[in-house]
């Protein structure tokens, strides 16, 4: 990439495309303000694509020019324009009620979330249903029902393009019968936490066998039981194990004001579904 005194010019760039999307995306969203504007070429397999898509669907919308193909992104120096624009609502937070509601039993509507059906992490609507939940698309709404969170089935699934879900259908796979196995995302080591071995250390901690692979986690389900969490650092992780304590009692969520990172008020906004349990700031 050349360099002016102070100031970023564009052109050029190569990045691995193996270790995060979110340095990806970063790039992008700078691109069309530089006076060269950018080309990206992706060393290796880009992972979590899906998220780099919605960034550049995102970008479009206020006049950006992105062209995303298989292994380079190349963004022209078009700038920005401004417009009003609403925010979607965000699966990649949303799983976690889903995913209570499911565990728990009983019904729960995430008002306006079908109107964010193309982002990656939508694909927990298919997860929940593959694992025996009934998830419905109700005008804009989601709506999840599940009877009997005992009755759940095993998944095998390549979550490389929902990868920030990992956490929380690690959870939901512990509590169903059968071995699940969760693959593609060997990369998640290097997000906020360690999120195979970690998410791993701390099912073993709640009594469930789990076995961490080179890309991902195999999870002998079972009958989960309340234990100290730590949640190193992660917000993903601290919601994950907080959604599992409506099954395993007598969970406790150490330095649970991680979650501040992405949802500030999540104990209190989904308290009607978890209800009371323990946390250690």
Known sequence: MSVSRGALRGGEVTIRGDVSSQFISALMLIAPVLEEGLHITIDGPLVSRSYVQLTAAVMEEFGAT????????????????????TVEPDFSSAAFPVVAAVLRGGIVRVKKLAQAMEQGDAAIIDIVRTMGAECVIDGDDIVVHSENSRELKPLSLNMNDCSDLVPVVAVLCACAKGTSELTGVGFIRNKESDRLGDVALELTKCGIDVEVLPDGLRIIGGTPRGAVIDTHHDHRVAMAFSVLSVVADGMVIQNADVVSKSWPKFYADISSILGPMAQEN
């Not at 992105?66 to 624009?85: K, S």
Request: glycine letters at 10%; a negative charge; aromatic letters at 10%.
């Open 66 to 85: 992105v062209v995303v193909g298989e292994q380079e992104i190349t963004v022209p120096p078009d700038g920005y324009n401004p417009i009003h624009y």
